[in-house]
C-alpha cells in the first residue's frame, strides 16, 4: 500500500535559521513526487514536482530534493512568511491519485 | 488569483438537513477531486472524476455523492448531514497523467 510519512509534525525556526523537512515514501512505482504549502483557512498551494531520484528544483528560499525512499524541503534562512504547513504527495506509477502525508507545520519566529 | 472556486467557504447547518457544496474550474481540467481534511491530518480522497459523466469514489468511505455534468463544474452532496461531517472539504484539479493538482480554498462545514 502507498504510504507517505512527514517529519517532524510541527517544527520552530529562528529567522535566518536553515532547516530541513523530510517526506518519506513508500509507493509501488514514483511516477511524482509533490510539495505543497497550506496556510490557515486556505488549499494547498503547489510547490515542486519531482520525477525521478537525484533531481532538485529551488523556488526562492525553498530548494526540493529526492531520492528513491525520500524526499527533503530544505528552507534556506527562512523568514517570518515561510511560516505554513508544507504537505507532501506521491503519485504511483500504475495510479491516478495522490496519496498526501499529515504535512509538517512550520512557525519562523522574527 | 484562484482558478478553482468553492462555495460556500463557511456553512453551519443542523443534522439531517440536505447540503450542496460547489466546486468550478475554469482551466478546462478534466480531472477533478474532492478532499476531506481534519486538523493535522493527512487529505482524504473522497470522490473523483476523471470527465463529464465520469466519477468514483475514493479510499475514505462517504456518505457524499458527486456529478460531473459539465467539464468545470464538480458539486458535492450530502444528503443528510451528520456531525461527524464536521470537517473541511476540498476540491481540487489536474490536467491527465502526472500534473499537480490546483486546489481551491475549501469548504468549512460544522454540522450541529
Known amino acids: 500500500e502507498d504510504q507517505v510519512t512527514q517529519s517532524p509534525e510541527a517544527l520552530r525556526l529562528q529567522e535566518g535559521e536553515s532547516s530541513s523537512l523530510n517526506c518519506s515514501y513508500t509507493?509501488?512505482?514514483?511516477?511524482?513526487l509533490f510539495w505543497y504549502r497550506q496556510d490557515p483557512g486556505k488549499g494547498p498551494e503547489f510547490l515542486f514536482t519531482?520525477?525521478?531520484a537525484g533531481e532538485e528544483k529551488e523556488k526562492e528560499r525553498l530548494k526540493a530534493t529526492l531520492t528513491k525512499k525520500e524526499s527533503f524541503l530544505h528552507i534556506t534562512a527562512p523568514k517570518p512568511e515561510d511560516s505554513a504547513t508544507y504537505l507532501c504527495?506521491?503519485?504511483?506509477?500504475?495510479?491516478?491519485?495522490?496519496?498526501f502525508g499529515p504535512g509538517t507545520r512550520l512557525s519562523v519566529l522574527p | 488569483e484562484a482558478d478553482i472556486y468553492q462555495t460556500p467557504r463557511y456553512l453551519v447547518i443542523g443534522t439531517g438537513k440536505k447540503i450542496t457544496l460547489e466546486c468550478s474550474q475554469t482551466?478546462?481540467?478534466?480531472?477533478m477531486y474532492w478532499y476531506q481534511q481534519d486538523p493535522g491530518m493527512e487529505l482524504h480522497l473522497i470522490h473523483y472524476?476523471?470527465?463529464?459523466?465520469?466519477?468514483e469514489k475514493g479510499d475514505l468511505s462517504s456518505e457524499s455523492t458527486v456529478s460531473r455534468i459539465r467539464t468545470e463544474h464538480f458539486p458535492l452532496t450530502l444528503e443528510s448531514a451528520r456531525p461527524s461531517h464536521t470537517s473541511q472539504y476540498l476540491c481540487?484539479?489536474?490536467?491527465?497523467?502526472?500534473?499537480?493538482?490546483?486546489f481551491g480554498n475549501g469548504t468549512r462545514l460544522t454540522v450541529t
Open positions: 481540487a484539479s489536474s490536467e491527465m497523467g502526472n500534473s499537480p493538482l490546483h
Open positions: 509507493v509501488s512505482g514514483l511516477r511524482g
Open positions: 519531482l520525477y525521478s
Open positions: 504527495a506521491v503519485q504511483a506509477r500504475y495510479g491516478q491519485n495522490f496519496v
Open positions: 482551466m478546462g481540467h478534466d480531472k
Open positions: 472524476s476523471y470527465g463529464v459523466n465520469s466519477t
